[in-house]
């Protein structure tokens, strides 16, 4: 047979090599010069795709990514193609089929193939090696025999199936197969004194996936709608196994682990312990974990059992941090919980406000109190520790002498009480409404 490849490739390479190793003709040609490459295997060059497409190939195979398939094709001189028996080793295959239909003159036979090997796994032999095709429009019999026969004779396992119950299979094998190498390359898995075979049947999924170029796992994703399907139950899948290791460490574990944003005296240790009550939590134990990222990444580790953190205030509006960190980890809400929220402002024993020269607090404290400061206690500026200090940090390192005698903190009554400060003004919000909704959450599918 005179065999054209339209693709000269790594793939059409490792298809060229087989028939001319059989004693075919083959004709070639690429975007990309591959004259030498093809001279030294002894196959035909061309440089002009119409010079290939006019020089009387019994079979014409189209060998490129798909991304660029529907490009290319249309970029052929299709009616040099009369009589041509057309044939496709894309990966997806209800796709092209389709569109070959659409465009192909009628002379043209169609055959619509996936070798489901590669120069990696096929490199040896292809003994065994599954070879789907359907036929999808064939007048020639001989030729579309010959071609099949081929495959058969280097010893692969023929399949023949319709193209759109291949995708169907494929989803499931082939983009499970790559999407899990693609993962485990992410990993950077390294060769081990230890080696298991099982870890060596990954090292090597983890080569024969991503030798493979991303075009052909795009593809894979973009062109199958059922790959998408199988990506959602991946990842679903990956949540149910982490659920389960979480749920065993609980057993033996008498305790409920509750991990919030806040610091000891907090608001969210005050919402805190209103959601206990709420749900009667058996045995609670309050993990202070000061950020929401904190609270939502220990969540998804299986640190804790459930988190607690603020999400909006009436009058300073949307905790941002509290936003960001809830797009970056899987979490299920199970209720918003809105709670009061009386600011103090507070100082040491024996302290004068009037004479305080700096506030020292979380910026959203100063969101809520900022015009009653600037009316009731013109003499104080404001800073901040860290996004790391709550109100409640704030307060126990006034309480502890961790700060300048000129400075103060803004704070809850609870957190007066906890480490021994004094109350000099209750209420230094501005809305006398103040309030503050406070996510309560658990780990998804938990």
């Not at 599954?130 to 004779?153: H, P, Q, S, W």
């Not at 790559?178 to 870890?199: A, F, Q």
């Not at 205030?313 to 960001?324: D, E, F, M, R």
């Not at 480490?419 to 230094?428: Q, R």
């Given at each position: 047979?005179?065999?054209?490849?339209?693709?000269?490739?790594?793939?059409?390479?490792?298809?060229?090599?087989?028939?001319?190793?059989?004693?075919?003709?083959?004709?070639?040609?690429?975007?990309?010069?591959?004259?030498?490459?093809?001279?030294?295997?002894?196959?035909?060059?061309?440089?002009?795709?119409?010079?290939?497409?006019?020089?009387?190939?019994?079979?014409?195979?189209?060998?490129?990514?798909?991304?660029?398939?529907?490009?290319?094709?249309?970029?052929?001189?299709?009616?040099?193609?009369?009589?041509?028996?057309?044939?496709?080793?894309?990966?997806?295959?209800?796709?092209?089929?389709?569109?070959?239909?659409?465009?192909?003159?009628?002379?043209?036979?169609?055959?619509?193939?996936?070798?489901?090997?590669?120069?990696?796994?096929?490199?040896?032999?292809?003994?065994?090696?599954?070879?789907?095709?359907?036929?999808?429009?064939?007048?020639?019999?001989?030729?579309?025999?010959?071609?099949?026969?081929?495959?058969?004779?280097?010893?692969?396992?023929?399949?023949?199936?319709?193209?759109?119950?291949?995708?169907?299979?494929?989803?499931?094998?082939?983009?499970?197969?790559?999407?899990?190498?693609?993962?485990?390359?992410?990993?950077?898995?390294?060769?081990?004194?230890?080696?298991?075979?099982?870890?060596?049947?990954?090292?090597?999924?983890?080569?024969?996936?991503?030798?493979?170029?991303?075009?052909?796992?795009?593809?894979?994703?973009?062109?199958?709608?059922?790959?998408?399907?199988?990506?959602?139950?991946?990842?679903?899948?990956?949540?149910?196994?982490?659920?389960?290791?979480?749920?065993?460490?609980?057993?033996?574990?008498?305790?409920?682990?509750?991990?919030?944003?806040?610091?000891?005296?907090?608001?969210?240790?005050?919402?805190?312990?209103?959601?206990?009550?709420?749900?009667?939590?058996?045995?609670?134990?309050?993990?202070?974990?000061?950020?929401?990222?904190?609270?939502?990444?220990?969540?998804?580790?299986?640190?804790?059992?459930?988190?607690?953190?603020?999400?909006?205030?009436?009058?300073?509006?949307?905790?941002?941090?509290?936003?960001?960190?809830?797009?970056?980890?899987?979490?299920?809400?199970?209720?918003?919980?809105?709670?009061?929220?009386?600011?103090?402002?507070?100082?040491?024993?024996?302290?004068?406000?009037?004479?305080?020269?700096?506030?020292?607090?979380?910026?959203?404290?100063?969101?809520?109190?900022?015009?009653?400061?600037?009316?009731?206690?013109?003499?104080?500026?404001?800073?901040?520790?860290?996004?790391?200090?709550?109100?409640?940090?704030?307060?126990?390192?006034?309480?502890?002498?961790?700060l300048p005698d000129d400075t103060v903190v803004i704070a809850s009554k609870i957190a007066a009480e906890k480490y021994g400060l004094t109350i000099a003004y209750e209420g230094l919000n501005d809305d006398r409404d103040n309030f503050t909704s406070f996510?309560?959450?658990?780990?998804?599918?938990?």
């Amino acid at each position: 047979m005179h065999i054209g490849i339209i693709g000269f490739g790594h793939f059409g390479q490792f298809l060229a090599q087989r028939f001319l190793r059989a004693g075919h003709q083959v004709s070639c040609w690429s975007k990309d010069p591959e004259e030498v490459v093809a001279m030294q295997m002894g196959a035909t060059f061309y440089h002009d795709v119409a010079d290939l497409c006019d020089a009387g190939c019994d079979v014409v195979i189209l060998s490129m990514s798909i991304v660029s398939f529907a490009q290319v094709v249309q970029g052929l001189p299709l009616q040099k193609l009369h009589g041509a028996l057309v044939v496709d080793v894309l990966s997806v295959k209800a796709y092209p089929k389709e569109f070959l239909r659409r465009v192909l003159p009628g002379a043209c036979d169609i055959l619509c193939t996936h070798p489901m090997f590669g120069p990696d796994s096929g490199k040896e032999s292809w003994e065994g090696l599954t070879f789907m095709y359907e036929k999808v429009r064939i007048r020639n019999i001989g030729v579309c025999d010959a071609f099949l026969g081929f495959f058969a004779e280097e010893g692969c396992s023929m399949m023949e199936m319709t193209c759109e119950k291949h995708d169907v299979y494929a989803a499931s094998s082939q983009f499970v197969t790559h999407t899990t190498g693609r993962m485990l390359g992410k990993l950077d898995l390294k060769e081990t004194p230890i080696n298991t075979k099982g870890y060596e049947q990954l090292l090597n999924l983890v080569t024969n996936t991503t030798n493979d170029s991303f075009d052909l796992y795009y593809g894979l994703y973009s062109y199958n709608p059922t790959a998408r399907e199988q990506l959602a139950r991946l990842e679903d899948a990956l949540r149910e196994v982490k659920n389960s290791l979480f749920e065993r460490a609980k057993v033996g574990r008498s305790t409920t682990l509750i991990g919030i944003q806040g610091g000891s005296g907090s608001f969210n240790h005050a919402a805190a312990l209103e959601l206990i009550e709420k749900y009667a939590l058996p045995h609670p134990d309050i993990q202070f974990l000061i950020t929401s990222e904190s609270v939502l990444a220990a969540l998804n580790n299986g640190d804790i059992d459930f988190g607690v953190f603020a999400i909006e205030n009436s009058a300073s509006g949307t905790v941002l941090p509290s936003i960001y960190s809830m797009s970056k980890y899987p979490h299920e809400i199970i209720e918003v919980h809105d709670m009061p929220l009386v600011q103090c402002l507070l100082t040491r024993p024996g302290q004068d406000p009037h004479t305080a020269k700096k506030i020292v607090t979380h910026p959203q404290a100063i969101l809520q109190c900022a015009e009653t400061i600037a009316r009731e206690f013109p003499n104080l500026t404001w800073d901040y520790l860290s996004d790391d200090y709550d109100t409640a940090a704030c307060a126990s390192q006034l309480g502890a002498g961790l700060l300048p005698d000129d400075t103060v903190v803004i704070a809850s009554k609870i957190a007066a009480e906890k480490y021994g400060l004094t109350i000099a003004y209750e209420g230094l919000n501005d809305d006398r409404d103040n309030f503050t909704s406070f996510v309560f959450c658990k780990r998804r599918g938990a």
